[in-house]
């Protein structure tokens, strides 16, 4: 099955800082999505992007199918931004399915 | 939309017992996900349905584990008898074909 892998798996950042995660995957996709895991357990859509790029306040993220990654941008960091990002992608036709990346866990401090 | 509704939110359960989850999908969705996460393998597919019928259920781990959707707006996954290796967060997700999917708040099973 297709391969997902996520960096890096852990990152530390003062409050107002930028970061950029990545997600690269082992085959073709038609599906692509970013997660965020609040620290109540729940998996909050950010962008569904399986190509382009998509802008949403002080997030963004990019698709490059054709090099097999996708890359997530936070910037001005909020403590509120804490938790674990997730990249899940699905490769079949129709709805089949996503596997995810083991994930990013990223903490703002204030 | 409410969203995809799943209960109980928390079991805690004894080992040997019967377990039912439930998820209600979002109202016009046709697919229809269980997953489920643990801290040693993440989250993990188990089994889908498109438009009801069971599709893949190449995820789900034992035969103790089955699944059911007998509407679209209704499905249960049930573990009988239940380990305490069973012990995670399953989710249920739906989603338009395969299009973006939206996940349930989880229930939280620990067998004891």
């Known amino acids: 099955g297709i391969q997902v892998e996520q960096s890096p798996p852990d990152l530390i950042l003062q409050e107002g800082a930028n970061s950029t995660l990545r997600c690269n995957f082992s085959?073709?996709?038609?599906?692509l999505q970013w997660f965020h895991q609040n620290p109540w357990g729940q998996l909050i859509n950010l962008f569904y992007?399986?190509?382009g790029t998509k802008q949403n306040g002080r997030l963004s993220a990019t698709t490059v199918a054709t090099e097999r990654y996708s890359l997530l941008y936070i910037s001005s960091s909020q403590t509120t931004d804490s938790g674990v990002y997730f990249c899940?992608?699905?490769?079949?036709?129709?709805?089949?399915?996503?596997?995810f990346g083991k994930g990013t866990h990223l903490i703002i401090q204030p | 939309d409410a969203g995809v509704i799943q209960s109980p939110r928390h079991e805690v359960t004894e080992m040997g017992q019967e377990v039912t989850l439930r998820c209600k999908p979002i109202?016009?969705?046709?697919?229809l996900f269980w997953y489920r996460q643990t801290m040693m393998r993440g989250l993990e597919l188990l089994i889908y349905f498109n438009n009801n019928v069971p599709i893949d259920d190449s995820g789900m781990p034992e035969d103790r584990f089955s699944a059911k959707m007998p509407n679209a707006s209704f499905s249960t996954l049930k573990i009988q008898p239940s380990e305490p290796r069973d012990s995670a967060v399953y989710f249920c997700?739906?989603?338009?074909?395969?299009?973006?999917?939206?996940f349930g708040q989880g229930t939280r099973l620990t067998v004891v």
């Open positions: 109202s016009g969705h046709n697919s």
């Open positions: 085959d073709s996709v038609n599906n």
């Open positions: 899940a992608v699905g490769s079949g036709g129709g709805a089949d399915g996503l596997t």
């Open positions: 997700a739906s989603s338009l074909a395969d299009t973006e999917a939206f």
């Open positions: 992007i399986p190509s």
